[in-house]
């Protein structure tokens, strides 16, 4: 028999916002189900949990923090805030990788906005992350996710990327369900077949307590 002790799990769920002025923004459909799944399942585990939450409707699962951020500038700086003391980073966020440079105070009249849009990179939150002892990301392709997977994990010094085809029936934005692969540093993939959100995230949760049992 194998005892964990409790851990401290952040967990990131949904979309970001990254707005052109108050009423307009670049984003993406994440529902934040999958985030809201690992919390859900890590905090029934006995974990302490926070979900730091993009723009999403999903109610707060029992005994979970919720802390709600717009942009991914927010969200890096809600999980910096609260990385200090975590055990496991949980990245389910669909980060925009990309902001307006420029956000109008006010509403722009159709006459103001520009033909093009100037965008400035935003920053990579996992990957200036180097804190926790176990941390975790996604991969939300279309197409082919092992490869780009594995290119992730290597990348950001994960211990477990997440894979999944957001093309594929019953995988990705929105759905109860996914069909996801585990991909480790090692390289190794580990196909799952199509399973609710939370009997995904419970095989997160019960790999993060693996690694950090492993020391
Ligand atoms: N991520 C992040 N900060 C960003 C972008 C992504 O922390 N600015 C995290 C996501 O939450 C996810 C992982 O990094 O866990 C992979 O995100 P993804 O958008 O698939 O990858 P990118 O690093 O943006 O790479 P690419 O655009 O080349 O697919």
């Not at 969200?75 to 440079?101: G, K």
Request: glycine content about 8%; proline content about 7%; charged content about 25%.
């Amino acid at each position: 028999m194998v005892y964990y002790t409790a851990m401290r799990f952040i967990v990131t769920a949904g979309p970001t916002r990254e707005h052109l002025d108050p009423v307009r923004f670049l984003s993406n459909p994440s529902t934040g189900r999958m985030g809201f799944a690992v919390a859900r399942a890590a905090r029934a585990a006995g974990h302490a949990v926070t979900l730091v939450a993009g723009p999403v409707a999903l109610k707060t699962p029992p005994g979970v923090r919720r802390i709600d951020v717009v942009s991914a500038r927010d969200m890096l700086a809600a999980v910096r805030a609260e990385v200090a003391d975590a055990d496991v980073l949980v990245m389910t966020a669909a980060v925009a990788d990309w902001r307006p440079a420029r956000r109008a105070k006010s509403k722009l009249k159709k006459g103001e906005m520009p033909d093009t849009l100037k965008l400035v990179r935003n920053p990579d939150i996992l990957k200036s992350m180097r804190g926790p002892r176990v941390r975790i990301g996604f991969a939300a392709e279309t197409g082919l996710p092992d490869a780009e997977a594995a290119r992730k994990c290597r990348e950001k010094g994960l211990d477990l990327v997440v894979g999944n085809d957001v093309t594929r029936p019953g995988s990705g934005f929105g759905t109860t369900t996914n069909r996801v692969s585990l991909v480790t540093p090692d390289g190794s993939v580990r196909h799952l077949p199509l399973m609710s959100k939370l009997a995904v995230a419970h095989r997160i949760v019960a790999f993060a307590e693996r690694i950090a049992s492993d020391g």
